[in-house]
């Protein structure tokens, strides 16, 4: 057997026999690694590879190569909106550093950098998962062509970061909205959504025909989606995407009020489906409108600055208030996650345990706010000493 050598710049080296030519003559690869055990350990990886027939140096492929092919072949009965956001992960995160590299050569390691750089960026958990999910799903194509042995991504590891809390709206921000929906084109749309729960891509995608006004139910059964800049309509993701939303009284009038026979609820400009940017726009139009029902005032020239008397609001918040809505209500969580149509139950177990904490910390902050001023007012020093007994 050969002699590992240690080169000199550093790495070890070691000729692996891989048979004879007709002459007779030896075939000798050279395998190097960074230390004695890493040298050790591609020779056991490639004498493994051999013995099953996969021939490692013949393998050139390249992962642009792969991860083409498991986009072309792999997917067929993916939705467009999916599949053009796993081209987008690929494109914009996996690329620039795997493009080029032969799949046999990749390693944890490689992808490891990736993620990691995407924590320090500051992306969320769930989204570094999309990614290392995506990068092991290509490079298990490899595995089942036997084009290597085992798949180096999955034991990528993905960084726990707490995700950043979001806030339901307060109950004067719910007023504002609810006596002041009439006044603006999105307003029965924010009324929906606080309302009702539905999503954004929902509640654009909501026709006259899905809700029942004699059982007073809003039924979801497709989602707007944006493909390359166009908004196409979709079934929901997920089973639970599909679900029946009970409508309160609160919506029930505004339902009437806007009942139109048929069509979509909320439409752009023109009357046709509200596009990604139609609908930015007029949440930008909103808020400003809201602002003004608060008590503030646009700007306008030099003279007259614009005054910001409530906080941002996203479209994201109104869901989530129907959630609080939901826990306030002493609404089961097996029946709030039908009604915010998640798959998974951990999901909704996740905002009620939120939620609870949230409401806790009050009562606490409530507690020692109470106790606080008993202390400034003097009641404390009114209470009558206790006086010891002895026996």
Not at 59 to 71: D, G, H, K, Q, V
Not at 330 to 345: M, P, R, T, Y
Request: charged share 25%; hydrophobic share 40%.
């Amino acid at each position: 057997m050969a002699k590992m050598k240690k080169e000199k710049n550093g790495l070890y080296r070691k000729n692996l026999v891989l048979g004879k030519r007709p002459d007779g003559t030896y075939i000798r690869k050279p395998v190097y690694g960074k230390t004695q055990r890493e040298l050790e350990q591609k020779i056991k990886e490639i004498t493994q590879q051999l013995n099953h027939g996969i021939h490692v140096w013949e393998n050139s492929m390249t992962f642009r190569e792969l991860a083409n092919i498991w986009y072309e072949n792999y997917n067929t009965e993916a939705g467009e909106t999916w599949k053009y956001g796993q081209a987008l992960i690929i494109k914009k995160l996996l690329m620039p550093s795997l493009a080029e590299m032969r799949i046999c050569d990749l390693r944890q390691l490689h992808l490891q950098t990736i993620i990691t750089t995407m924590s320090k960026k500051g992306y969320a958990t769930s989204y570094m998962k999309k990614v290392k999910q995506l990068a092991d799903r290509i490079m298990e194509v490899a595995v089942g062509s036997d084009l290597i042995m085992r798949n180096p991504f999955s034991q990528v590891k993905v960084p726990r970061k707490d995700p950043t809390p979001r806030r339901a709206l307060t109950e004067e921000e719910i007023a504002l909205i609810t006596q002041n929906w009439r006044g603006h084109q999105l307003g029965a749309m924010a009324m929906i959504m606080i309302y009702a729960g539905l999503r954004k891509g929902e509640a654009i995608a909501l026709q006259w025909e899905n809700i029942d006004f004699e059982h007073r139910f809003i039924k979801v059964r497709q989602s707007a989606g944006n493909v390359k800049k166009v908004t196409t309509i979709k079934e929901p993701i997920t089973m639970a995407g599909v679900r029946d939303v009970p409508i309160p009284n609160v919506l029930l009038t505004v339902l009437m009020e806007i009942r139109k026979s048929s069509g979509f609820v909320f439409t752009n400009n023109e009357g046709g489906i509200m596009s990604d940017t139609s609908f930015k726009r007029q949440w930008h139009s909103f808020q400003s409108y809201l602002n003004i029902c608060a008590g503030g005032q646009n700007g306008a020239g030099r003279y007259i600055h614009r005054v910001v008397v409530i906080d941002n609001i996203t479209a994201h918040m109104l869901r989530h208030t129907y959630a609080t809505i939901l826990f306030d209500a002493n609404v089961d969580v097996k029946s709030a996650q039908k009604f915010l149509g998640h798959a998974d139950i951990e999901v909704t177990l996740a905002v009620y345990t939120h939620l609870t904490k949230y409401k806790e910390d009050k009562a606490i902050e409530a507690l020692n706010g109470h106790l606080d001023e008993m202390i400034e007012n003097g009641q404390c020093s009114k209470v009558t000493p206790i006086r010891k007994i002895e026996v």
